[in-house]
């Protein structure tokens, strides 16, 4: 069966590609393979490119309620699953938890080759039965 396209100028390639790619199980330029590894790698970017555009905010020394609340250290940091923000963007990073008190945990993490830090609400962390995963170089 061969597909016919409306003129020339009236349709891109990208919706040829569309048109192409209907009633087909796989779409040109997916790889099943290695498709988490290649996600992985745009989150990384997505996440670099925000951390270069936005500044990491973190909780305030009064909403962490520092000067009541005792905090926590833990010799061997705990692997975790965060929400940070950068500018008016929340990320989930992955991490680990170096200090909490009640209502708040410090949480570092990599993004490329920095190491950053910032207090975030304690519901923001999910612990991790694993490492943290860390980016890849670029």
Not at 77 to 85: E, T, Y
């Amino acid at each position: 069966m061969r597909a016919t396209f409306p003129a020339e100028g009236a349709m891109s390639s990208a919706g040829r590609i569309l048109i192409l790619g209907r009633g087909r199980s796989s779409t040109i330029g997916t790889n099943k393979r290695y498709e988490q590894h290649f996600d992985r790698l745009m989150d990384d970017r997505i996440l670099a490119r925000i951390a270069s555009e936005h500044p990491l905010q973190s909780l305030t020394p009064h909403e962490r309620q520092a000067d009541t609340l005792p905090e926590t250290r833990d010799p061997q940091p705990k692997p975790c699953s965060a929400w940070v923000r950068f500018g008016p963007h929340a990320m989930r990073v992955e991490g680990t938890v170096v200090v909490w008190n009640d209502v708040a945990c410090g949480v570092q993490f990599q993004v490329g080759e920095k190491e950053l830090r910032a207090w975030v609400w304690a519901n923001a962390v999910t612990p991790l039965d694993r490492a943290p995963r860390v980016p890849e170089p670029r």
